[in-house]
């Protein structure tokens, strides 16, 4: 791999990182349930829906999806934390929360997904 495309992945993924840091830093609690997380990852997924749809109309070069998509949206979201604060809430049996955890992280996720590009596509549309 060529240095500048590593350089992008670093670049985006430092960004993402110091974003999700900041964000996390506080744990914020919904009731019993930590939100923190989640908010990273639909803010994560929202910019990576509105990214697609500008990288297929503006036809931008690969080495941006290796800075936005990979490195900062990447860094940004994250499974591992979801994982673990899951796996926290089934270990102190909390298993509504589990399942709260669950559906609302990978769905509205995926609902920021749609809604990112549906935003583009509507401001594309009025170009």
Do not use: H
Not at 35 to 57: A, C, K, R, T
Not at 88 to 104: A, C, Y
Request: net charge positive.
């Amino acid at each position: 791999m060529k240095p500048l495309l590593i350089m992008l992945i670093a670049a985006g993924g430092l960004l993402g990182t110091f974003l999700r840091y900041k964000i996390t830093a506080s744990p914020l609690l919904f009731g019993s349930l930590p939100v923190n997380v989640l908010i990273v990852n639909i803010v994560g997924s929202f910019i990576l829906g509105l990214f697609s749809v500008m990288s297929q109309q503006w036809s931008l070069d690969q080495k941006y999806a290796l800075l936005i998509a990979i490195g900062f949206c990447g860094s940004l979201t994250t499974m591992s934390s979801f994982a673990l604060e899951t796996s926290n809430l089934f270990e102190s049996r909390q298993l509504g929360l589990v399942g709260i955890n669950i559906l609302t992280n990978v769905g509205l996720s995926i609902g920021a997904i749609f809604g990112g590009k549906a935003l583009m596509t509507v401001i594309f549309q009025g170009l």
